[in-house]
Nanobody
Framework: QVQLVECGGGSVQAGGSLRLSCAAS????????MGWFRQTPGKERECVGG????????YYLDSVKGRFTISRDHAKNTVFLQMNSLKPEDTAVYYC?????????????????WGQGTQVTVSS
């Protein structure tokens, strides 16, 4: 089992940047594919990106491609989401998640462990 704790959320103006971090503890971090999801009230949780166990393969939601970057640091047991050129529509609660397996998946049902979420608010 792995425990996930996100930090780095906050409020920023459109065009600004934020860097989210998700620290993992428990079982070996490198065993897990990591994903970042976001959710707004009344909408389903969507995957904004994911990174495989080695860090060599990533997935991004089309609307964030070129603006968001996922990375992981195995020495720190941490996965990051660098968010640049933020837009008001990026406003959401952001969650990191971990799944046992080799593939980066977009569906939240395929992830086994979740963090508590961190709020990101982008004002126009």
């Amino acid at each position: 089992q792995v425990q996930l704790v996100e930090c780095g959320g906050g409020s920023v103006q459109a065009g600004g940047s934020l860097r989210l971090s998700c620290a993992a503890s428990g079982r070996t971090f490198s065993m897990y594919v990591m994903g970042w999801f976001r959710q707004t009230p009344g909408k389903e949780r969507e995957c904004v990106g994911g990174i495989n166990r080695s860090g060599g393969s990533t997935y991004y939601l089309d609307s964030v491609k070129g603006r968001f970057t996922i990375s992981r640091d195995h020495a720190k047991n941490t996965v990051f989401l660098q968010m640049n050129s933020l837009k008001p529509e990026d406003t959401a609660v952001y969650y990191c998640a971990a799944r046992e397996g080799a593939l980066v998946m977009k569906s939240e049902t395929t992830y086994d462990y979740w963090g508590q979420g961190t709020q990101v608010t982008v004002s126009s």
